[in-house]
């Protein structure tokens, strides 16, 4: 199993920008598919954004779709989320997911890794 570990959450207000990072060890070569998720308090965990490993397919939620940006670099073992236009329903931990058993899933149960998650909160 690989190991994930997600930096570069904070407090941020609503219109800013924020890139998170998932680095990954281990078994790396479970990496090919790989994910963001995102759990809002009180709320199940949803599907954010999918990318393969060459990086020439992704998948977005509805809700990001034209302000978040998903990229990997795969020479350091490191997927990114670029945030945009942040609001405060993006509020939430954001966890980074691997081992994907079917490339852009949204099912959270399709990945087998998982790191610990980061917290944003985006206010007024």
């Known amino acids: 199993q690989v190991q994930l570990v997600e930096s570069g959450g904070g407090l941020v207000q609503a219109g800013d920008s924020l890139t998170l990072s998932c680095a990954a060890s281990?078994?790396?070569?479970?990496?090919?598919?790989m994910a963001w998720f995102r759990q809002a308090p009180g709320k199940e965990r949803d599907f954010v954004a999918a990318?393969?490993?060459?990086?020439?397919?992704?998948n977005y939620a509805d809700s990001v779709e034209g302000r978040f940006i998903i990229s990997r670099d795969n020479a350091q073992n490191t997927m990114y989320l670029q945030m945009n236009s942040l609001k405060p329903e993006d509020t939430a931990v954001y966890y980074c997911?691997?081992?994907?058993?079917?490339?852009?899933?949204?099912?959270?149960?399709?990945?087998?890794?998982w790191g610990q998650g980061t917290q944003v909160t985006v206010s007024s």
């Open positions: 997911a691997a081992d994907g058993t079917a490339w852009g899933s949204p099912r959270s149960d399709d990945y087998d890794s």
């Open positions: 281990g078994r790396t070569s479970s990496t090919a598919h």
């Open positions: 990318i393969t490993w060459g990086s020439s397919s992704t």
